[in-house]
Structures are given as C-alpha cells and as structure tokens.
C-alpha cells in the first residue's frame, strides 16, 4: 500500500518537532513526490523466533522504568505471553487479565515459568494496573510496549486513529 505526502505536511511536521523521525520509510517517485510505504508484516506462527525487543517495566514509587530485553528473558524459559490493547480498558480488566490471574497455579503446573502482560501503555500506567488489579500479586509481570514495537513485529498491531495498539493475543514462547 502506498500513500502520497507532499512537501508542505513534511515541512509542518518537521517545524512542529526538530526530532521528528519518520516511523515510515519515504521514498522518492518520479514526479519528485514522497511516496510512504506501509508494509504488512506476517502474524507469528508456531515456530518462529520472537523478536529481539526491549520493552519497559515501571517500578513502584514512579522508579524510573527498566528496560528488559525480550530475548534475554526468554532465554532457556518456558513463558507464557498475553497482550490486551490498553491497560485498564473494560474487557482488559475484567475478563483477559482476571482469566490469567486464576490461572496461574495451572500455568506453573505445565512448565510455565513466567507469565507476561503487555499493552502499548507506558511503564508507569502497566505498573499501576498490575500493582491495582491484583496481577503483580498474582506473579504477571506487567511490561510495557510503549513503541509499539513487539505488536508490529509479532504482525499483531493494530491503528486505532491515534496510535498503534496491541491486538488481544497469548502465546507460549519456549526459549524465545
């Protein structure tokens, strides 16, 4: 899918932000147009690697966030991952997370030795909601995709008009 950006919305996004970096990569056509290209990238299927990514975890007190890498945390573990697109959203809070939560002595009796939350909320938000809901307690550790950048690679994101979201997802990684 390709979409045309002329020259004065880059030169209005780019007074606006002296930082801006393009998420998409421009090309130009040959009537000196931009061209934005938006490629589609596959759903993860049972057997592929997951992708090397850091994601962040808050820490209590507003701690500054942590960063975990993704493949260092799996490393030589049998985890299971679930995704929900927002953080104390209705259906996230009352249904996908509580499931997870009830599940977790059965989780540990198959192998699991992890159990990860993700959503495309910052840190400081997924640490709020594990701590309040119980899931922290519970042992779920709450990591945030706050780029977008594991839901995009696993080909599980999804536009919502404002920014990149998680679609709702579970998967069992067994070293990576």
């Known amino acids: 899918m390709n979409f045309k950006i002329y020259p004065?919305?880059?030169?209005?996004?780019?007074?606006?932000?002296?930082?801006?970096?393009?998420?998409?990569?421009?090309?130009?056509?040959?009537?000196?147009?931009?061209?934005?290209?938006?490629?589609?990238?596959?759903?993860?299927?049972?057997?592929?690697?997951l992708p090397d990514v850091v994601l962040k975890e808050g820490q209590a007190d507003?701690?500054?966030?942590?960063?975990?890498?993704?493949?260092?945390?799996?490393?030589?573990?049998?985890?299971?991952?679930f995704a929900v697109p927002g953080a104390f959203t209705p259906g996230c809070s009352k249904s996908h997370l509580p499931s997870f939560i009830s599940a977790m002595n059965e989780l540990k009796m198959k192998g699991i030795e992890t159990v990860i939350c993700t959503a495309t909320n910052d840190a400081f938000v997924m640490e709020a909601w594990g701590r309040t809901s119980g899931g922290a307690d519970a042992g779920i550790r709450f990591l945030a995709d706050d780029s977008g950048e594991l839901c995009t690679a696993?080909?599980?994101?999804?536009?919502?008009?404002?920014?990149?979201?998680?679609?709702?997802?579970?998967?069992?990684?067994?070293?990576?």
């Open 8 to 49: 004065i919305f880059l030169t209005i996004i780019s007074c606006a932000s002296s930082s801006f970096v393009p998420y998409f990569p421009l090309s130009f056509s040959s009537s000196s147009e931009f061209v934005l290209s938006m490629s589609t990238v596959s759903e993860v299927k049972v057997g592929d690697r």
């Open 154 to 176: 696993l080909g599980l994101s999804m536009e919502t008009g404002c920014l990149v979201r998680s679609k709702r997802y579970s998967l069992v990684a067994e070293d990576g």
């Open 62 to 81: 507003y701690g500054k966030p942590k960063e975990v890498n993704l493949r260092e945390l799996l490393a030589g573990k049998k985890v299971a991952i």
